[in-house]
């Protein structure tokens, strides 16, 4: 964060844009210390981080509709950590389970192609679901592999982060009906 009443070095503004705060060089500064101190050269007995991840679910982000703004902070964001540890990896902000076709078309889709195979070494899915809705993932993967390849990223792996279900009845959110862990 910044002094009280100052932007931080990356605000995502309430308009929706991806935006860095004044001065851009502070958040330059951040990300080069980050992968220095974590990536590079951890401290004894901290392991080394080699993955990093720029966002999590752009689709459930208030700026989710600035492609440019998100495209064009990933490109820094990236070129900032290989600068530091060529050997780090770096994945997109993972697409969440939330609709998936439809946000992945809408907002991830038009990020892929104005990066044109640039930016970021792996995808990222993220699959929740009820019993059995794992048969879905085969035309998720489909689908997520055909706006790589026309984008690009041809040679870029796909990751799943995060998955999971649930068991029981769970209050939030409604309506998803019983079920065991079985």
Known sequence: ????????????????????????????????????????RPPAGVPRVAYWQFENELDLSRARSDAAGYAALLTRTATLIKAVDPKALVLIGGVSGEDFPRNFEAYYQPVLRLLAGKGFDAFDIHFFGRAGDYRELAALYGQ????????????????????????????????????SEE
Request: aromatic residues 10%.
């Open 1 to 40: 964060g910044g002094a009280p009443g100052m932007p931080a070095p990356l605000a995502v503004k309430a308009d929706g844009n991806w935006t860095l705060g004044p001065p851009p060089a502070a958040y330059d500064a951040f990300v080069k210390a980050l992968v220095n101190r974590y990536g590079k």
């Open 144 to 179: 997520t592999r055909q706006a790589l390849d026309a984008a690009g990223f041809a040679r870029t792996p796909i990751w799943m982060t995060e998955t999971g279900t649930y068991s029981g009845a769970p209050a939030i959110p409604p309506g998803l009906p019983p079920q």
